[in-house]
Nanobody, 126 residues
Framework: QLQLVESGGGLVQPGGSLRLSCAAS?????????IAWFRQAPGRKREGVSC????????NYTESVRGRFTISRDFAKNTVYLQMNSLKPEDTAVYYC??????????????????WGQGAQVTVSS
């Protein structure tokens, strides 16, 4: 059973940076999971932010974060990171990492993902 644990959320001023981590446990050498970050702001639907393929060679981003956020994965640590730079108040949300047993980032809807972390609050405010 795959388990995901996020860390790294917090309060940051506009223009600042944060790095979220998503540590995965329960993986075997036969497993291949694409990992995505979603976020949900108060009163809004959960939206996909970024995804990284099982190999780490392919990534994608939603338009509003492209050029500011970077997703990466460290296979030795079984951890996926979301580096968030130039943060804006509209980035304020609970951020979730999620996994699906696919090699590529072809799953775009939250209901397509099988495993979820507990969420990490990111607040961008002065």
């Amino acid at each position: 059973q795959l388990q995901l644990v996020e860390s790294g959320g917090g309060l940051v001023q506009p223009g600042g940076s944060l790095r979220l981590s998503c540590a995965a446990s329960g993986l075997t050498s036969e497993d291949h999971y694409a990992i995505a970050w979603f976020r949900q702001a108060p009163g809004r639907k959960r939206e996909g932010v970024s995804c990284i393929s099982a190999s780490g060679k392919s990534t994608n981003y939603t338009e509003s974060v492209r050029g500011r956020f970077t997703i990466s994965r460290d296979f030795a640590k079984n951890t996926v990171y979301l580096q968030m730079n130039s943060l804006k108040p509209e980035d304020t949300a609970v951020y979730y990492c999620a996994a699906v047993k696919l090699r590529l980032c072809i799953a775009t809807k939250d209901y397509e993902y099988d495993y979820w972390g507990q969420g990490a609050q990111v607040t961008v405010s002065s």
